[in-house]
């Protein structure tokens, strides 16, 4: 599922534990289409619980854990979930359909339930509001924000839960709205001529934007420590390979701090990636990710071939609608 940003962290970037009961958590999860034989449920004071898949296609494991907010991932998409002691957890879903299909059954898994939907939310938020002019926007925004509200409230959750939520609710509210203007800023640079870079090449000596006129240019901008940027590698790896040869270059701009240039060099080497690989000057103060209004990674672009901006936030590698896009540009 495509995340045009990653709500979720308003929630796990305010993870809070509460309690310290350690009464055994019983866990079971069956993934159809599953992307890994191991799944990992992650929780502050790096709490980690490894779970390998049995003889049964079945994900199982007895763990001790306090009563807060955790992520699990399967090592391709992540989401978050709710335990509690004495909890018996059976989740099932459709790794093809990450966050659509996910479904808590059991013991105490009314709030994992409750977070499982109002991502979807979100995601069905995101896609539809952020297309609307300002004032239809706003007055969308309040409304998700007002029945949000309304339906933790009536629902039959955890005390400390609800506190917890309603600051996240409050959050997304937030944040979608700074995004919104975002996007709305990113979207007016589209027909105009993009900022430049010049920035290390892996290869050598450094690279600037005008360097690459007369081409296509798709640019990633990504870091070595970001999950959703290594996710994408696998699929930018196959745009490339089909579109080899054509008039695109494909460019991954690292957003990584200086003192880990010697790491994305390693990154680079072990994961043998492809195209222009090319290393910011300042991470995020980089003027070029700055001009952009980039706050969140990955963040893709694409520039025509005579520098001109054709998507100020392009779709990812693993969205079909890139492929599509190069397709009608390309061919």
């Known amino acids: 599922m495509k995340k045009l940003f ?26 159809a289409n599953r992307n890994s034989d191991t799944l990992v449920i992650r929780g502050k004071d790096n709490f980690k619980q490894v779970i390998p898949i049995n003889k049964k296609e079945v994900f199982a494991a ?43 059954k ?12 109002q991502a979807l939310k979100d995601e069905s938020f995101q896609k539809d509001a952020f297309s609307k002019e300002s004032g239809e926007f706003t007055a969308l925004l309040d409304a998700k924000l ?12 955890d005390p400390e839960f609800k506190v917890a939520l309603k600051r996240s609710i409050e959050g997304f509210n937030k944040y979608a709205s700074e995004e919104y203007e975002r996007a709305a800023k990113a979207n007016k640079m589209v027909g105009k001529a993009s900022p430049g870079f010049d920035y290390e090449n892996f290869k050598g000596g450094k690279t600037k934007l005008s360097d690459l006129k007369g081409k296509y240019v798709y640019i990633d901008l990504w870091a070595t420590w970001c999950a959703p ?3 994408e590698i696998p699929y930018l790896q196959k745009i490339e390979e089909k579109y080899h040869g054509k008039n695109i ?33 300042k991470d995020w103060e980089s003027e070029f990710v700055v001009n952009y209004g ?16 054709v998507k100020s936030d392009a779709p990812r590698p693993s969205d079909p609608e890139l492929d599509k896009q190069l397709s009608t540009l390309l061919n």
């Open 249 to 281: 270059e494909f460019v991954s701009i690292s957003i990584d701090k200086l003192k880990d240039n010697e790491k994305w060099k390693k990154f680079v080497t072990d994961k043998h990636l492809g195209g222009v690989q090319l290393f910011a000057d």
């Open 6 to 31: 990653v709500a979720g962290l308003v929630i796990f970037n305010a993870l809070n534990v509460i309690g310290q009961s350690k009464d055994a958590i019983k866990f079971t999860a069956k993934i």
């Open 294 to 309: 980039v706050t969140g990674i990955p963040r893709f672009i694409l520039i025509d071939p005579q520098g001109n901006v």
């Open 106 to 117: 059991g013991k105490g898994v009314n709030e994992s339930n409750f977070l499982a939907q």
């Open 146 to 157: 007002k029945a949000d509200t309304e339906s933790l409230e009536k629902g039959d959750l």
């Open 62 to 104: 007895t763990f001790d854990a306090p009563k807060g907010f955790y992520m699990f991932s399967d090592g391709t998409e992540s989401s978050n979930l709710f335990l509690k002691p004495n909890s018996e957890v059976n989740l099932t879903m459709n790794a093809k359909e990450f966050d659509e299909t996910i479904v808590y």
């Open 229 to 231: 940027c290594r996710a």
